[in-house]
């Protein structure tokens, strides 16, 4: 195929990582801002090189005719949590969807490959509306847990330097790596309501924040300066005493003064 044709091949597929990594990363700013738990931490999106489309057409013998048929991560979603569990709640997430037709999946989490490879893999249908018209193409998701994404990064560089074939005393090592991962997963998972308050806390406290820095540049314009300087000042002293619950009571008294002065902010 010519390089101006593959461009034009690969068109929908950057359409649809682009509206893919929208739609994913919209629902962790919505569950943000609603001080919610997010099981999905990072999402990331690439469309396949054309050099690693070749290169992998070539190694399962997918005939370059029958690469859009065929080749499922073309378009390719990363999904990466901060637990197993969560993992699992992404993929229920994703099968109930309307946007997008779950076609199969591969429970490599539960059932790792001989490399030691752990991830959640979904084929998925996604139409794009593309120039010519609505397309459905293939996309394959990935959903792991920080753990699996380094240990599989790691993995695939390795791949590359030994063009896929790593030397068995060092596929032993990965191995153990994989298992060591799993142990960490593990207990990580045990003490993951601790986890999770903690970091619920930290975006709570950074949300209140931005609300109070919002309104107080507000009153500036409706308060004298001294009265918006002390607040500010006290602002400071409540920051640095990291109480939330003295910054949250903060925030309340300060919407009031807000309201009395018609200096309230809509975020
Ligand atoms: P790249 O550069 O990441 O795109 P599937 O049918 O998808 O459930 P299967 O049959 O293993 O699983 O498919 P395939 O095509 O071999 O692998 C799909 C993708 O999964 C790979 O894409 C990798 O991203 C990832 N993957 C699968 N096995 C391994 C593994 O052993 N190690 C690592 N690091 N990644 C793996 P590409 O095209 O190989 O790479």
């Not at 970091?199 to 314009?221: G, M, P, S």
Request: hydrophobic fraction near 35%; include cysteine.
């Amino acid at each position: 195929m010519e390089i101006q044709l593959w461009r034009e091949f690969l068109d929908p597929y950057a359409l649809a990582v682009d509206e893919l990594m929208i739609k994913f990363n919209h629902l962790l700013t919505a569950y943000r801002k609603s001080d919610d738990y997010c099981p999905i931490d990072q999402v990331q999106g690439r469309v396949k090189s054309i050099a690693s489309i070749i290169e992998k057409a070539n190694r399962k013998q997918i005939s370059l005719e029958s690469v859009e048929e065929e080749m499922w991560d073309i378009c390719g979603i990363r999904l990466v949590c901060q637990f197993v569990e969560d993992c699992y709640q992404v993929v229920d997430m994703i099968k109930q969807r309307t946007d997008m037709e779950v076609v199969s999946e591969n429970d490599y989490i539960a059932f790792p490959k001989e490399s030691g490879y752990r991830s959640y893999h979904l084929r998925i249908l996604y139409t794009v509306q593309s120039v010519s018209g609505p397309k459905k193409i293939h996309a394959e998701i990935q959903v792991r847990t920080l753990g699996m994404n380094s240990w599989s990064t790691i993995e695939h560089s390795l791949q590359y330097k030994y063009r896929m074939n790593i030397p068995d005393e060092l596929k032993l090592r990965l191995r153990n790596a994989a298992d060591g991962m799993i142990a960490t997963d593990k207990e990580l998972s045990s003490i993951r309501e601790e986890i999770r308050t903690a970091r619920e806390l930290r975006f709570e406290e950074e949300r209140i924040v931005n609300d109070i820095l919002l309104t107080i540049q507000n009153l500036y314009r409706f308060v004298s300066h001294r009265e918006a300087v002390r607040i500010q000042e006290e602002f400071y002293n409540i920051y640095s005493s990291q109480n939330i619950e003295r910054l949250r009571s903060f925030a309340t008294e300060l919407d009031i003064i807000a309201e009395n002065n018609r200096a309230q902010t809509i975020n």
